[in-house]
C-alpha cells in the first residue's frame, strides 16, 4: 500500500497513516457536523412554524415534529434497495459526492428562504423529504469506502476514528448552527452549504476504486441479492433489526425541542447543546476504543449497552435540570457508541466487499427507519401521555427489546471477537490509475 505517510513496504499501525483514509475521515466530519446542524434547525424550525403561525398547542405541534420525521424516511423507504446497488455498481466515490452536493443546494435553498422570511410548513417538509432521499445515497456509499483503503486488521480500529467523526460533527455542527442561528438565522445553512461542497471534494480526492463485482447481474437482482443476504445471515439480520426497534422506542431526539422550548426552557442555543450533548458522550467512548478496542465478550457487551442506552433515556426524561438533562443525555450517546461500534464492526467484517454497499443500504435504512419511524412513534405519543411521557415509554420499550433479542438471536450473544472466517475477509482493493 503506498501511502505518503507510510514507507514503501510498511504497512500501516493506524488508520490515520493512510491518505485515502485521511480523506474518507475528514469528508465524513464535513459532511456529518452540516446535515446534522441542518436537520436539527429544520426541526426546531418546524416546531416554532407550527406553535407560532399556526396557532397549534404543545401537543399537536409535537406530533408535527413527529409527522416531519415520517416525511424523511418515505424517499429512505423506497430508494433504500436502489441506493445499495449504486454503491455496488458503481464508483462509491461519485456516489456520496454526489449525495452531499444535493443536500448542498437543500441548504442554501433553506438559507435563502429563511432570509427571505418565506419559510411555511409544506416547504419545510418538501425540503425534509428531500434531503431523506439525497441521504440514503450518501450513507451506503461512503460508509463502504473505508474497507476499500484500510487493511482488515485495521478495520475496527478506523471504524471508531469514524465514529469520532461521525460524533464530533453531531456535537459540534448542532451547537454551532444554534449559535449562529441566534445570530443571523440563515448563516447556519449557508455554512452547511459550504462544508458539504467541501465534504465531496475531499471524497473525490480519493483514490479511484470501483467495488469488486463478479457477473452482470441486472440492477434488479442486485436489489435482491442484498434483500436475501441480510434475510439468510442471522446474525446481520439480529444487529440490523436491534438497532431498528431499539432506537425507534428509545430515541428521544425528536422531543428535545419541546424539552427546549416549552420544559427547560432553553431556546434554540440550548437545543443545539441538548443535541450535541449525546455527542460529548460518544466521541469520548470512541476515542477510547479507537485507542483500545474492544476484543473480548463483544455481543453481550452491545446488549448491555443497548440496554444502558434505554435507562439513560428514561433518566434524560425525568430530569428537570437543564444540566442534569445534558449528562443524561451524554451517558445515553456514551452507551450508543459501544453498541454502534461492536455492530459496525461485525457488520463490515463479515459481510463481503461485493455485498458491502446493499448491506450498508439496509443497516442505513434500519438506522433511519429507527430515527424517522421513531419521532413518528413519540409525537403520537406526545399526544397522548405528553413529551415526558412518551421519552420514558420509549426508554422503557428500548431494554425490553435488548431482552427479547438476546432471546431470539442467539448468535448476538455467542459473538465473542472480531474473529471472522476466512472466506469473509474482505479482498485486497483493486485500484485503478488516478
Known amino acids: 500500500m503506498s501511502d505518503s505517510t507510510v514507507g514503501l513496504g510498511e504497512e500501516p499501525n493506524s488508520p490515520l497513516q493512510i491518505r485515502d483514509y485521511r480523506r474518507f475521515w475528514a469528508a465524513r466530519f464535513l459532511s456529518v457536523f452540516a446535515t446534522i446542524s441542518m ?9 416554532d412554524i407550527a406553535r407560532a403561525d ?26 433504500t434497495p436502489v441506493a445499495g446497488a449504486a454503491a455496488d455498481r458503481f464508483d462509491r466515490r461519485k456516489v456520496a459526492a454526489f449525495s452531499n452536493l444535493i443536500d448542498c443546494a437543500i441548504a442554501v435553498a433553506l438559507g435563502l428562504l429563511t432570509w427571505a422570511d ?13 434531503h431523506g432521499g439525497a441521504r440514503i445515497f450518501g450513507m451506503p456509499a461512503l460508509s463502504s469506502i473505508a474497507p476499500n483503503v484500510v487493511p482488515p486488521r485495521l478495520l ?22 444554534g449559535m449562529l442561528f441566534g445570530f443571523w438565522p440563515s448563516l447556519p445553512y449557508f455554512l452547511s452549504g459550504a462544508l458539504l461542497f467541501a465534504a465531496s471534494v475531499s471524497i473525490l480526492s480519493i483514490r479511484p476504486m470501483r467495488a469488486k463485482r463478479e457477473g452482470h447481474a441486472t440492477p434488479l437482482r442486485d436489489i435482491i441479492e442484498g434483500l436475501v443476504f441480510v434475510r439468510r445471515e442471522r446474525f446481520l439480520l439480529g444487529c440490523v433489526t436491534l438497532d431498528l426497534f431499539a432506537v425507534m422506542l428509545g430515541g428521544a431526539t425528536a422531543m428535545l425541542p419541546v424539552f427546549a422550548r416549552d420544559i427547560l426552557e432553553v431556546g434554540p442555543q440550548g437545543l443545539g447543546l441538548m443535541r450535541g450533548a449525546p455527542a460529548v458522550g460518544a466521541t469520548l467512548v470512541a476515542a477510547w476504543l479507537s485507542w483500545r478496542p474492544l ?7 452491545m446488549l448491555l449497552s443497548v440496554a444502558a442506552f434505554g435507562a439513560a433515556t428514561i433518566a434524560f426524561a425525568l430530569s428537570r435540570k437543564f444540566l442534569l438533562a445534558l449528562f443524561f443525555l451524554a451517558l445515553l450517546g456514551a452507551s450508543d457508541m459501544i453498541s454502534v461500534f461492536i455492530r459496525n464492526s461485525l457488520v463490515q467484517l463479515r459481510t463481503p466487499d461485493e455485498m458491502r454497499g446493499r448491506v450498508s443500504a439496509t443497516s442505513g435504512l434500519a438506522i433511519s427507519a429507527s430515527n424517522e419511524l421513531g419521532e413518528m412513534r413519540a409525537g403520537l405519543f406526545a399526544v397522548i401521555f405528553g413529551a415526558t ?3 420514558v415509554f420509549g426508554g422503557v420499550g428500548a431494554i425490553m ?3 427479547l433479542w438476546a432471546w431470539l438471536f442467539p448468535e448476538l450473544r455467542q459473538a465473542k471477537t472480531f474473529d471472522v472466517p476466512d472466506h469473509l475477509q474482505p479482498p485486497p482493493r483493486t485500484e485503478t490509475a488516478p
Open 39 to 47: 436537520v436539527v434547525l429544520i426541526g426546531y424550525q418546524t416546531y
Open 54 to 79: 399556526y396557532g397549534m398547542d404543545t401537543s399537536t405541534a409535537a406530533f408535527v415534529l413527529g409527522l416531519l420525521g415520517l416525511a424523511q424516511f418515505i424517499p429512505l423507504m423506497l430508494l
Open 118 to 130: 418565506a419559510l411555511n410548513l409544506p416547504i419545510l417538509f418538501v425540503l425534509a423529504a428531500c
Open 156 to 177: 475496527p480500529r478506523a471504524i471508531a476514528l469514524s465514529a469520532i467523526a461521525w460524533q464530533v460533527g453531531t456535537m459540534v455542527g448542532p451547537a454551532a448552527g
Open 295 to 301: 476484543e473480548k465478550d463483544v455481543g453481550n457487551k
Open 389 to 391: 411521557g412518551a421519552v
Open 401 to 403: 427489546v435488548t431482552a
